[in-house]
């Protein structure tokens, strides 16, 4: 059985995205989807990288509901960096 949910996602762009959702009491992935697997170099030992292999109680596929449209350019933030209150953009005030 499959437990959809809805997911906000922001690459490659803005997107409403339909997912399925790990078993919360799955035995073998304690709800997180999938088995971490470290491995490391041959010769040495260190440690090089980690292998995810998926959980067979949840399915990876997703599908774009609707992508999200973008800010317009006269809403987007356009922070200078300075104080506004302060003398040349520094305030002399304590923080508190």
């Known amino acids: ?3 959809l949910r809805i997911q ?3 690459l490659p762009r803005n997107a409403l995205i339909l997912t399925d959702t790990p078993r ?3 035995r073998y992935c304690d709800g997180v989807g999938g ?3 470290d491995y490391g170099n041959h010769y040495d030992g260190e440690y090089e990288g980690t292998d995810w292999e998926p959980c067979p109680c ?3 596929w997703r599908i774009v509901l609707m992508s ?3 800010r317009p350019r006269w809403l987007r933030r356009r922070d200078t960096g300075r104080d506004p209150w302060g003398p040349g953009g ?3 005030e304590p923080p508190f």
């Open 8 to 10: 906000c996602t922001a």
């Open 68 to 70: 999200l449209p973008r």
């Open 24 to 26: 919360p009491d799955c």
């Open 1 to 3: 059985m499959m437990r």
């Open 90 to 92: 520094y305030s002399d």
């Open 58 to 60: 949840w399915t990876e």
């Open 35 to 37: 088995i971490p697997h």
